[in-house]
């Protein structure tokens, strides 16, 4: 689809090619570079103090090229925030997911490996963890092959849709700055905080999922709201409004995870990845009996 609108500089394929190379390079360098601490702590020739949550073995490195990865996948959701609504929404939902696979690596190299395994409440977690990834992947599979069958047909672009869509870039735009400042701050203010003492730093090293994330999704809710008011600009159909607000309960219920822990964590992101789905699901069907 081809609508002869010019491109942002955050938004321009150049941009985004670019930045996936320095991705790429710099998650490998730094999945190096945590292996090679790892080794030099079990070779004994540096001591690791209160950070040696991070070393116990070379699985525990996965989780520092993920986290680089990550920083990608939010740039991506931005990137897609003027071509697709229920695309922008699907990196959503990559997002939490991948956020939940970081989480399972850091866990594998904690695992206590016992016959009372459903006993032991790190190990319990893990299990579910697991299975909840596994039903995201269905789930996020599911969505997208709804949305590949509702895309619209170049015949339905006309000038309030063209005029939506640079609204969309104009915000787009102006929010890849204000996440980046967000995730510098977020990031400077949890290690200025960080308390070093052993006995604490895992639980420090853990609540890192939720630096940055937790404000970004508190973001993503008021983008999403703002993106359902300017829908307007396009149509006022019912179903789509509707839509569009079940996106925002499904961000909602995202946020709300990171508030929670444990078995509970894990039961929100599937509620609310199941509900974007559901929502899609029925306006395809309402939009087949429309039409």
Request: aromatic letters at 14%; zero cysteines; hydrophobic letters at 50%.
């Amino acid at each position: 689809m081809n609508l002869n609108l010019p491109n942002h500089f955050f938004l321009n394929n150049s941009f985004k090619s670019n930045l996936e190379k320095i991705v790429v390079y710099v998650a490998i360098a730094s999945f190096l570079v945590h292996l090679i601490f790892i080794g030099l702590v079990d070779f004994g020739l540096i001591d690791s103090g209160a950070f040696k949550e991070l070393f116990i073995s070379p699985l525990s490195a996965i989780y520092t090229p993920f986290s680089i990865i990550l920083i990608y996948e939010v740039y991506l959701l931005v990137f897609y925030i003027p071509k697709s609504i229920t695309n922008y929404i699907g990196k959503q939902y990559e997002i939490i997911t991948l956020i939940l696979i970081r989480k399972l690596f850091y866990d594998l190299s904690k695992l206590e490996f016992s016959s009372n395994w459903f006993s032991i409440s790190g190990d319990l977690e893990f299990t579910i963890d697991i299975i909840a990834t596994l039903v995201l992947f269905a789930l996020i599979l599911g969505f997208y092959n709804i949305n590949k069958q509702l895309k619209t047909s170049e015949k339905e672009i006309n000038h309030k849709t063209k005029t939506y869509i640079k609204v969309k870039k104009i915000l787009a735009s102006v929010l890849v700055p204000i996440i980046a400042i967000i995730a510098i701050y977020s990031f400077t203010n949890w290690f200025s905080t960080l308390n070093l003492q052993p006995d604490k730093i895992s639980q420090s090293i853990k609540s890192v999922n939720n630096v940055f994330f937790d404000e970004f999704f508190t973001i993503l809710i008021i983008v999403d709201v703002l993106l359902l008011l300017f829908s307007f600009l396009q149509t006022d159909e019912f179903s789509r409004v509707i839509r569009n607000s079940g996106f925002i309960i499904s961000t909602i219920l995202i946020k709300l995870s990171f508030s929670a822990s444990g078995i509970l964590n894990a039961i929100l992101i599937v509620v609310a990845v199941s509900f974007g789905v559901l929502i899609l699901l029925i306006y395809k069907s309402y939009q087949k009996r429309l039409h």
